[in-house]
């Protein structure tokens, strides 16, 4: 079986790395909040703290231009849920890593960040019921002969570390015989492959169809969607229990009022 490695974006592609870093609007945690304020109490009097990613448009990413503010569908939704059910929240787009870690260590109280709902993530989180469903799908490079799973066999392919895409990789490199190579964010993956470092990458149709679209990325996607899979909400298991109810509800509530259909119209995406 070929041994999974995480590999730091090297010397050669580092050129490559910085530009669509900035491209993607990549920033540590920077305790730098979106806000909520909904002109009402929110449960109990609480301001929910919510953690997201930072460099996953079209669900979250760095306006252009703007002083940190963070847009799309992820924030939308949960703009427009908190609208609903009256409660109010302060957003840190920290990352996916760090997201995942405040969370699990009780320093936030939900997360939202196109985080796809498995069986093994409900071991550790309680999830909201899904607003969109999508799956993975193989990248490479715009000149790229790679055309199937097959011409991978040999080869490195680059993923984002505790994601779909990365868990799907790995689920067939031993069958078509690659090697998975881990990185942090979305955006070093995409330069991992344009540069030619790694020959191919694993990234959920919605973003990397966004990214080439809005992006001009030299990059394709090869064959069909995989693994589809339905988004959610989380929170920690048995944690806010009515953070997860009022989201439910607002969630109803905005997809019977086709707020949530005209949300994802906005970013280009058809439910």
Not at 62 to 91: C, K, N, R
Not at 127 to 143: A, C, H, L, R, T
Not at 150 to 155: I, P, R, S, T
Not at 211 to 218: H, T, V, Y
Request: proline share 2%.
């Amino acid at each position: 079986m070929k041994q999974k490695t995480a590999r730091p974006l090297a010397k050669a592609a580092a050129f490559v790395a910085a530009g669509a870093l900035a491209a993607f609007g990549l920033t540590a945690c920077s305790g730098t909040d979106n806000a909520s304020d909904n002109g009402g109490d929110s449960a109990e009097g609480k301001v929910y703290e919510i953690v997201a990613d930072n460099a996953f448009a079209p669900f979250e990413f760095l306006q252009e231009g703007s002083d940190g503010t963070y847009v799309g569908v992820d924030m939308d939704i949960l703009a427009a849920i908190a609208e609903d059910q009256g409660f109010e929240y302060t957003v840190d787009n920290c990352g996916w890593d760090a997201a995942i870690g405040n969370l699990n260590t009780g320093q936030a109280d939900g997360m939202i960040a196109g985080m796809s709902i498995t069986d093994e993530r409900k071991e550790t989180y309680d999830f909201s019921d899904p607003y969109y469903e999508g799956g993975q799908i193989m990248i490479v490079k715009g000149d790229s002969d790679v055309a199937s799973y097959e011409d991978l066999q040999g080869k490195t392919v680059a993923v984002k570390t505790g994601t779909q895409s990365a868990a799907f990789a790995n689920s067939i490199a031993e069958e078509y015989g690659f090697t998975v190579v881990t990185y942090d964010d979305s955006p070093a993956v995409y330069a991992a492959v344009t540069g030619g470092i790694d020959a191919a990458g694993f990234e959920d149709y919605a973003v990397i169809s966004y990214q080439i679209e809005n992006q001009d990325l030299d990059l394709k996607m090869v064959g069909d969607q995989q693994q589809i899979t339905p988004y959610g909400f989380a929170v920690l298991k048995g944690n806010n229990p009515e953070l997860i109810e009022m989201f439910n509800e607002g969630l109803a509530n905005i997809t019977e009022s086709g707020k949530l259909a005209e949300i994802f119209a906005t970013y280009g995406i058809e439910i």
